[in-house]
C-alpha cells in the first residue's frame, strides 16, 4: 500500500518562508493533497494538485511536485502566527481522490 | 453552509465498555467517510459509504467496529466492546461525490479509553 513521509517539525519566523516537505510511494497517486490542522479541531483542505502538474499557486500557498521521486512540497509565502498547525500530506491510492493515505505531519511553529 | 457535525466532542470509557459516535455530513454530500487519528500519526481511513451503501471498509475491525449510514445522511459509529488502543480522534468527512476531490473534515470526538 502507499506509505507517505514527512519531517515532523519545523521552525519559522514571522514574515519568512516555510517549506513542508513530503514524499510517498505509490507512483499511481493521481491527486495530492496539504490539508492544516489547528488544535482540537478537524482538517482543513489547504490544496490539492494533479499528477501531471508540476506546480499550483493559491494566494500565499506553492504546491511543487516532483512525480519522478514522488516528492511533493507545500511553500507558505510571509509565514503568519497564524500559520502554526500541523501539516499533512496525504495521497489518493491507486489512482483515486477517495481513498486517502495521510502522513504524520509536520508541526509548523511560527516564531516572532 | 454548515460544515460536517459531530458528536460528541470528547468521550471517556473504561476498556470493554462500549461507545458511538454520530455524524451529519453537509447537506447534500453523497460520501461520507470516518477515520481514526491516533496521537501523533495522520488519519487512518476506517470506512467510506456512498449514500447508504458501503464502499470500503477494508481497514475497518470489524470484530469491534461497526459502521451504517441507514437513510444516507447521518452516520453512526460503534466500538463494542473498547481496548485501550482505540484511544484516538475519530473523523467523520464528507465529499460530494464519490471520488470527489475535496473532502470536508468535522472536528472529531476524542475517545479516551482507560
Known amino acids: 500500500g502507499e506509505d507517505v513521509e514527512q519531517s515532523l517539525f519545523l521552525s519559522v519566523r514571522e514574515g519568512d518562508s516555510s517549506v513542508i516537505n513530503c514524499t510517498y510511494t505509490?507512483?499511481?497517486?493521481?491527486?495530492l493533497y496539504w490539508y492544516k490542522q489547528e488544535p482540537g479541531a478537524g482538517l482543513q483542505l489547504l490544496t490539492y494538485i494533479f499528477s501531471n502538474m508540476d506546480m499550483k499557486q493559491d494566494q500565499r500557498l506553492t504546491v511543487l511536485l516532483n512525480k519522478k521521486d514522488k516528492h511533493l512540497s507545500l511553500r507558505i509565502a510571509d509565514t503568519q502566527t497564524g500559520d502554526s498547525a500541523i501539516y499533512f500530506c496525504?495521497?489518493?491510492?491507486?489512482?483515486?481522490?477517495?481513498?486517502?493515505?495521510f502522513g504524520t505531519g509536520t508541526r509548523l511553529q511560527v516564531t516572532l | 453552509e454548515a460544515g460536517v457535525a459531530q458528536s460528541p466532542r470528547y468521550k471517556i470509557i473504561e476498556k470493554r465498555q462500549s461507545v458511538a459516535f454520530w455524524c451529519n455530513p453537509i447537506s447534500g454530500h453523497a460520501t461520507l467517510y470516518w477515520y481514526q487519528q491516533i496521537l501523533g500519526q495522520g488519519p487512518k481511513l476506517l470506512i467510506q459509504f456512498q449514500n447508504n451503501g458501503v464502499v470500503d471498509d477494508s481497514q475497518l475491525p470489524k470484530d469491534r467496529f461497526s459502521a451504517e449510514r441507514l437513510k444516507g445522511v447521518d452516520s453512526t459509529l460503534k466500538i463494542q466492546p473498547a481496548k485501550l488502543e482505540d484511544s484516538a480522534v475519530y473523523l467523520c468527512?464528507?465529499?460530494?461525490?464519490?471520488?470527489?476531490?475535496?473532502?470536508?473534515f468535522g472536528p472529531g470526538t476524542r475517545l479516551t479509553v482507560t
Open positions: 505509490d507512483s499511481s497517486s493521481t491527486y
Open positions: 496525504a495521497a489518493g491510492e491507486g489512482g483515486t481522490a477517495s481513498k486517502l493515505t
Open positions: 468527512a464528507s465529499s460530494l461525490v464519490a471520488g470527489g476531490l475535496e473532502q470536508y
